[in-house]
């Protein structure tokens, strides 16, 4: 639901921003976004005993855009809406426009096999022609015996798995037999 909402705020900020700004603004609530982590931030904005304006202030003071007219206006209707928890979401959401907009998407390659840049180069390449977009890929090491590639914006999961193989081979021989 939060996500939702942060979508409609988003849509109405992009149409008040031209180009330049969008990428100041989706900067600054990435910092903004990073911030919500702290349990003394959130226990700043969650206070009921500070008014909307110092609550605005002192996110402006923690941007390097606070001059930034229509930025500080869209944190003041947040925070007289009670809604500043949302940053968090529409940080995500400024990024996906953003992808959208470049044409540009991240991705993930987990597994618990070794990819070189060779290899991770090449699945860029091919994903970015497939899809006519360009594609970056960050590989991260975990437990899944085989290879995961998500690219969440566009909605694509990829997976080979080593156990399921064998599963299905197994199955496969016993059918035969």
Same mark, same amino acid.
């Given at each position: 639901?939060?996500?939702?909402?942060?979508?409609?705020?988003?849509?109405?900020?992009?149409? @008040? /921003?031209?180009?330049?700004?969008?990428?100041? @603004?989706?900067?600054?609530?990435?910092? /903004?976004?990073?911030a919500f982590s702290i349990p003394k931030f959130n226990f700043?904005?969650?206070?009921?005993?500070?008014?909307?304006?110092?609550? &605005?202030? !002192?996110?402006?003071?923690?941007?390097?855009?606070?001059?930034?007219?229509? /930025?500080?206006?869209?944190?003041?209707?947040?925070?007289?809406?009670?809604?500043?928890?949302?940053?968090?979401?529409?940080?995500?959401?400024?990024?996906?426009?953003?992808?959208?907009?470049?044409?540009?998407?991240?991705?993930?390659?987990?597994?618990?096999? *070794?990819?070189?840049?060779?290899?991770?180069?090449?699945?860029?390449?091919?994903?970015?022609?497939? !899809?006519?977009?360009?594609?970056? !890929?960050?590989?991260?090491?975990?437990? !899944?015996?085989?290879?995961?590639?998500?690219?969440? *914006?566009?909605?694509?999961? &990829?997976?080979?798995?080593?156990?399921?193989?064998? @599963?299905?081979?197994?199955?496969?021989?016993?059918?035969?037999?």
């Open positions: 639901m939060r996500e939702i909402v942060a979508k409609k705020y988003v849509k109405a900020l992009i149409l @008040a /921003l031209d180009a330049s700004e969008f990428d100041r @603004a989706s900067d600054e609530f990435k910092k /903004l976004a990073s700043i904005i969650d206070s009921p005993m500070i008014d909307a304006k110092s609550k &605005v202030e !002192f996110l402006l003071s923690l941007i390097d855009d606070s001059s930034n007219k229509k /930025l500080g206006n869209f944190l003041l209707l947040l925070s007289q809406r009670q809604r500043l928890h949302l940053i968090p979401e529409i940080s995500k959401e400024f990024e996906y426009q953003k992808a959208i907009r470049d044409a540009k998407y991240k991705g993930i390659i987990s597994g618990n096999i *070794d990819i070189t840049p060779a290899q991770k180069s090449e699945l860029e390449s091919k994903f970015s022609n497939k !899809f006519d977009v360009k594609v970056e !890929f960050e590989t991260i090491k975990n437990d !899944f015996n085989g290879i995961k590639i998500e690219l969440d *914006d566009l909605g694509v999961e &990829v997976s080979f798995s080593i156990d399921r193989l064998k @599963a299905q081979m197994s199955e496969y021989i016993l059918k035969v037999i």
